[in-house]
């Protein structure tokens, strides 16, 4: 149980190495590359800038150079409702605390689940969302649940997810390999290079569905929160996402965007 240290030292590494806010977009001319810090835009009317990574279909995905997904309509709502305009900034998934922690994004928005260890860098919104961790394998893989993972296992992740950090807990750091995004890992099993990836389950259908040859197992590998980040120096805005988080469950704003790119069966 040493998942404590391993993030402390993961975010001491990111910040020693100084690797933040690459971005990392499949598509082109959609990140904004503003250099301005989120917080000279504070006040009502002014930006309210957003950390994603915007690799993770359906949550948050470049399409025909505009951002598009759950986590990208919820955010331009929450925007509304705060009388700001919404600034997206595409940057790798493990710099997004930091960046959310240091002021230079008032929010990290990216299907990011709640942790305790999280917590202890920044506050998270109320929940909006569930998300499950699953295991993608090729198809007739020897892998058949998730009792079949072991320290032999090649197990491929997004660096910095929840996915890595359970699965290297588990298994070792040998076992598991960390990619930039999820679609490099899924890239790697498709030729062989991994036995599974550890994803959370939307990404994980919409990977599957674009590649021949996967399937996802029916045992999942942990079920988790989503909700958004927020400085621990900023309690007016997470007062104020939350007060709008609450409008947009309550009339519904929010079940139709997660029914719009999740239908739910039956
Ligand atoms: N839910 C996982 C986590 O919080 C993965 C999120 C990855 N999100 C992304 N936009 N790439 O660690």
New binding site residues.
Partial sequence: MNRFKRILAFGLAVALTGTLAVGCSGGSGASSGSNDTAQDSGAAGGKLVMA?????PP??YVEGGEYEGI?VEIAGKLAEKLGRELEIQDVE?DS?IGGVQSGKYDMGM??????EE?KQSVNFSDTYAT?I?SIIVPEGSAIATVDDLSSDTRIGV?Q??????YATDDYGEDAVTAYK??ADAVQALVTGKIDCVI??NE?AKSFAAANDGLVILDTSYAE?D?AICISKDNEELLTQINDALSELKSDGTIDSIIEKYIPSEG
């Fill in positions: 994603t990574n915007a690799t993770f949550y948050e986590d998934f997004i990216a299907g990011m689940t709640v942790t999280r998300g961790q997004q910095g997810t929840t996915g890595d950090i995004n999820g994803i959370d990404p988790e989503y």
